[in-house]
């Protein structure tokens, strides 16, 4: 009795059938355009009006509600606890902590030019970190600890 070899030959049935489905098919490219052809448009689509309503109950918050103004919440420098701060070629980095944050919560990286609230990082210094808003000018200073003893 002869078995059927079923599966290798519909593996090069298929095969076939997809060889001839790739070389008979045309490929569908835009012919190029002329040197004097303006190029066509990009394809975007055109932002819906901003209304009242909109921004009264935004969609994608979790409640509908705007978000409170910064000047609610906005936090204050003066109490924040200064964790360290990494400086480098161009990248300075500074960690910083609310007084009020939970035990265990993780500092927050600050890079010069990033808001805290309404107040702006302008400076990191070795000792100090210079926060602005508006006209006003806040510097916070901290001691570093001393360097570690190699054993």
Known sequence: MRRLRLPP???LGLTGLLAAQILLT???IA???GPGAAPPPPAVAADPPVTPDLAARPLFTRLRRPPASSTDNAPDVAGLAVV????GRGAD??????PD???GSKAR???????LGDWTLTGIEQNALIFRRGDSIHRLTFKRP????RP
């Open 26 to 28: 045309p490929p569908d």
């Open 146 to 149: 001393p360097p570690a003893q």
């Open 101 to 103: 944050g939970p035990p």
């Open 109 to 115: 990286t600050l890079r010069v030019g990033q808001n």
């Open 93 to 98: 980095i500074a960690l910083v902590k609310p």
């Open 84 to 87: 360290g701060i990494v400086t």
């Open 31 to 33: 012919p190029a355009p």
């Open 9 to 11: 030959a519909l593996a």
